[in-house]
């Protein structure tokens, strides 16, 4: 379930109401927008950013975004248990899933390296996400 309370956050319940994730954004939101990259932003009443979900990765990178060195990715605990699991990610600088889905580390040393197959179909024809799994 998601909700926007009259706080200046968005809270995420599972169905039996225990908390999953809350946002606290510092300010106070006026809207939510969605894009068709699928980043969430929460924003204020001039539609500057408050909170969005590329800048905050759970367990799933997706085109366009970029993962800087202070944002840590994790897998889920099983398959079905969402909470912090034991596989992260922490070794680059920054992870890139550019909008033609492929995806690329920046290592500490600048050097780049490309993760992703060389013949990969159109982004625009296909959907595409990266996702660190519960069982690694």
Known sequence: MVRKKQLPSLVLNDPQGRLLYNTSTGGQVDHATFND???LALRRRNS???WESFRHPTD???PTQTIELDEIPVSRKTEANYSIGRFYATAAIRVVFSSEAVISVVKRNGQE???SPSSIPPFSDNYYRATLDWDG
Do not use: Y
């Open 60 to 62: 799933t990178i997706l």
């Open 48 to 50: 500057s950013i408050l």
């Open 37 to 39: 990259t699928g980043n």
């Open 113 to 115: 390296q490309v993760l």
